[in-house]
């Protein structure tokens, strides 16, 4: 079972190479814009306030 | 590609992020100092009760704030130019092609999926109307537009007929759902204010989205020369 699994990985991992990076970008980017749209700290909410409000972010 | 996907979002999104930021103080923001003024019961309309909501500064010429606002613009773009010029990196991967002309298309879809979509339900709201509670706003938000994303992916790249079904599905269930709506409708600020923010804050993102897509396209180009992995 084990030698299996890794078997299968193995042979799928040059394409998972390629699109791990690509999943990565989207991570960070996805969390850019929880700190930068989502995140409800005051200071935070306070400085981003009129872009969340233009960009259409659910904002207080 | 990593670090050639971290690049070209950097680049487009601080470029679209400005441009936007720029639009966005033109157009938008005199409409948002506008309603605020109704918000904070500075001035009311007719019939209202004014709430007290928090006042965000001076509704005069406010640098710090102004440029708080730039920044965030580009930091917004720049999150946005990363899941964009990712997916634009995974057709390369296919060895598909993203022209130019074809970039500025995947900017008016990233437009549809995270601005217009999710505004269907929620318009862009002015400060001091009336909403839902800000958690399920926020979850219906994030589910429209991962639905809309997936929704418009088959639409342009999937070619089996039932992709297609499965697209309008998932296009109309996050509406056919329905937004989360507030309880009350007692906002202090006048429709026609909140209607012209609405229609002012689509157009401005609409024209961020075109030149995210833009210069996503065409700095993953430039970029492919000195891609070593």
Redesign the interface.
């Given at each position: 079972m084990t030698n299996n699994t890794i078997t299968r990985s193995s042979t799928n991992s040059s394409s998972m190479s390629?699109?791990l990076?690509?999943?990565?970008?989207?991570m960070?980017?996805?969390?850019?814009?929880a700190?930068?749209?989502?995140a409800?700290s005051p200071t935070l909410h306070?400085?981003?306030?009129?872009?969340?409000?233009?960009?259409?972010?659910?904002?207080? | 590609?990593?670090s050639r996907?971290?690049t070209t979002?950097l680049f487009a999104g601080c470029i679209a992020g400005l441009l936007?930021?720029l639009l966005?103080l033109y157009f938008?923001?005199p409409v948002?100092l506008h309603a605020e003024l109704y918000e904070s019961g500075t001035i009311t309309h007719f019939g209202s009760d004014p709430m007290a909501?928090g006042s965000?500064g001076d509704s005069e010429l406010d640098l710090t704030?102004d440029l708080?606002?730039l920044g965030?613009?580009m930091?917004?773009y720049?999150?946005?130019?990363?899941?964009l010029?990712?997916?634009m990196?995974?057709r390369l991967?296919s060895d598909q092609t993203v022209s130019i002309r074809q970039g500025l298309v995947w900017g008016l879809a990233g437009f549809i999926a995270?601005?217009f979509a999710?505004?269907f339900g929620?318009?862009?709201?002015?400060?001091g109307v009336a909403?839902a509670s800000?958690e399920s706003?926020?979850i219906w938000?994030g589910a429209t537009v991962l639905a809309t994303v997936i929704a418009l992916w088959l639409i342009a790249f999937s070619k089996a007929p039932i992709a297609f079904g499965l697209a309008v599905v998932l296009l109309l269930a996050p509406h056919v759902i329905g937004a989360p709506e507030p309880d009350m409708l007692m906002g202090p600020v006048p429709p026609e204010i909140a209607s012209h923010?609405a229609a002012?804050?689509?157009g401005?993102?609409m024209a961020s989205w075109a030149v995210l897509g833009l210069f996503s396209s065409y700095f993953l180009a430039i970029h492919a020369t000195d891609d070593v992995?």
């Amino acid at each position: 079972m084990t030698n299996n699994t890794i078997t299968r990985s193995s042979t799928n991992s040059s394409s998972m190479s390629r699109i791990l990076p690509l999943i990565m970008a989207i991570m960070l980017g996805v969390s850019v814009l929880a700190v930068a749209g989502h995140a409800q700290s005051p200071t935070l909410h306070g400085a981003a306030h009129d872009t969340r409000h233009a960009t259409g972010f659910p904002c207080h | 590609m990593f670090s050639r996907v971290v690049t070209t979002a950097l680049f487009a999104g601080c470029i679209a992020g400005l441009l936007g930021g720029l639009l966005q103080l033109y157009f938008v923001q005199p409409v948002l100092l506008h309603a605020e003024l109704y918000e904070s019961g500075t001035i009311t309309h007719f019939g209202s009760d004014p709430m007290a909501h928090g006042s965000h500064g001076d509704s005069e010429l406010d640098l710090t704030r102004d440029l708080l606002s730039l920044g965030f613009s580009m930091a917004i773009y720049v999150g946005y130019g990363l899941i964009l010029s990712a997916l634009m990196a995974l057709r390369l991967e296919s060895d598909q092609t993203v022209s130019i002309r074809q970039g500025l298309v995947w900017g008016l879809a990233g437009f549809i999926a995270v601005h217009f979509a999710p505004g269907f339900g929620l318009p862009p709201e002015v400060p001091g109307v009336a909403s839902a509670s800000l958690e399920s706003r926020q979850i219906w938000w994030g589910a429209t537009v991962l639905a809309t994303v997936i929704a418009l992916w088959l639409i342009a790249f999937s070619k089996a007929p039932i992709a297609f079904g499965l697209a309008v599905v998932l296009l109309l269930a996050p509406h056919v759902i329905g937004a989360p709506e507030p309880d009350m409708l007692m906002g202090p600020v006048p429709p026609e204010i909140a209607s012209h923010f609405a229609a002012r804050a689509f157009g401005v993102g609409m024209a961020s989205w075109a030149v995210l897509g833009l210069f996503s396209s065409y700095f993953l180009a430039i970029h492919a020369t000195d891609d070593v992995d």
